[in-house]
Nanobody, 122 residues
Framework: QVQLAESGGGLVQAGGSLRLSCAASGSIFSIDVMGWYRQAPGNQRELVARMSTGGTTNYADSMKGRFTISRDNAKNTMYLQMNSLKPEDTAVYYC????????????????WGQGTQVTVSS
């Protein structure tokens, strides 16, 4: 069984920074893409940023220049450095893993973490 565990959320003032971490554990052979999504109350879950094993990244337009995603493929760990935070960044942030292989020959799976709350006060 694969589990994703987020950490690093909390309360921060506008203009501040937070660093989120996501650790994938379990019997994992490889993970194709890891990403961060967020969901604010009353809103749909939306992409924040995602990163492939090879380092290709995608960011939502509103996060470009403020957020930086990174990965440690050897440790199946992902990070999100969030700077210049705004009140509208307040949401639950979820870790996602796509294209997860449990063995070299397995089909691929997708997993979600439980989420970590980020609250930005004005």
């Amino acid at each position: 069984q694969v589990q994703l565990a987020e950490s690093g959320g909390g309360l921060v003032q506008a203009g501040g920074s937070l660093r989120l971490s996501c650790a994938a554990s379990g019997s994992i052979f490889s993970i194709d893409v890891m990403g961060w999504y967020r969901q604010a109350p009353g809103n749909q879950r939306e992409l924040v940023a995602r990163m492939s094993t090879g380092g290709t990244t995608n960011y939502a337009d509103s996060m470009k220049g403020r957020f930086t995603i990174s990965r440690d493929n050897a440790k199946n760990t992902m990070y999100l450095q969030m700077n210049s935070l705004k009140p509208e960044d307040t949401a639950v942030y979820y870790c996602n893993a796509e294209g997860v292989k449990l063995t070299s020959r397995s089909i691929t799976y997708g997993y979600w973490g439980q989420g970590t709350q980020v609250t930005v006060s004005s």
